[in-house]
């Protein structure tokens, strides 16, 4: 099994990390490591423990053993709402926007609550708010769609719009369960482009099947199998591991 390497950088450390549902492992005993600026892939076959991966990051599912450290806060004692503001943004395999709300509107609602807006810093504030979902929009090529409804766009524009309330919202770590099923070639592209643009200043962890979308951005691959850590590496590392060809191909 491939040992985990702890740099001094990691945003996220996974230690030993266990659950079970119904007496059968989900995910067993993985450990594994993010460091800032990473945009890491996670591949397995159904039912490999990708989502259940996903969700005991960020607080849905609490995982039976092991540790979740991010940017050393142990998640495991903060609620999913604590997860958020500590700066992690999931985005569901099926997008969820406020259908009836427009895209601005949807970027409004994600600005992240709890600062003060008082007195003379109010204009300012508003103005810097402005002026960061204009940045976001264009970033995720919904700036000349600013007042369509969120229902009227396409797939692939909604997951573009969910992303970019992630961005709006300040995570600095993006869990993206396949967000480029249902999109178009052209979408991909564009996809694959703005995760890269992201993975400047973010980390990223991105759950996907299609692998010439996981060529297009890859670096480190986590391929993982019955809840565990089958191999790790580039994409040509893990397409030539005998292990992984068996899993995909074999039995
Ligand atoms: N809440 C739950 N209760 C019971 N079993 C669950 C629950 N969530 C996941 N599982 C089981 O855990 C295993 C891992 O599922 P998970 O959805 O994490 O896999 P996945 O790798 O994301 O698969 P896919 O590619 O099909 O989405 C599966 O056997 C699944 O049936």
Avoid at 71 to 83: F, N, Q, R, V, Y
Avoid at 126 to 135: C, G, L, N, T
Avoid at 182 to 204: F, V, Y
């Amino acid at each position: 099994m491939a040992e985990v390497r702890r740099g001094p950088d990691s945003i996220l450390s996974i230690e030993n990390l266990t659950v079970s549902f119904d007496g059968v492992k989900a995910v067993d005993n993985l450990s594994l490591d993010i460091e800032t600026g990473e945009l890491r892939v996670i591949i397995g076959p159904n039912g490999a423990g990708k989502t259940t991966l996903l969700d005991m990051i960020c607080g849905k599912t609490k995982p039976t053993q092991g540790q979740v450290r991010f940017m050393g806060k142990d998640l495991a004692k903060l609620t999913e709402h604590e997860i958020v503001r500590a700066g992690v943004g999931r985005k569901f395999q099926t997008p969820s926007v406020y259908e009836d709300l427009s895209v601005l509107e949807n970027f409004e609602v994600s600005i992240p609550r709890g600062r003060d807006v008082f007195g003379s810093l109010f204009f300012r504030r508003d103005k810097e708010a402005s002026d960061r979902i204009a940045e976001i929009a264009a970033q995720v090529f919904l700036d000349r769609h600013l007042q369509t409804k969120a229902g009227q766009l396409s797939h692939g524009q909604k997951q573009w719009l969910e992303i970019g309330m992630l961005l709006i919202q300040d995570a600095v770590l993006l869990l993206l369960d396949e967000p480029v099923a249902g999109m178009s070639p052209r979408e991909r592209e564009q996809t694959a482009d703005l995760l890269k643009r992201i993975a400047l200043r973010k980390s990223l962890i991105v759950i996907e099947h299609d692998m010439d979308f996981v060529k297009s951005i890859a670096r480190k691959v986590t391929v993982l199998h019955q809840g565990r850590l089958l191999s790790e590496g580039t994409v040509a590392q893990v397409q030539s591991d005998e292990r992984v060809i068996d899993v995909y191909l074999g039995h």
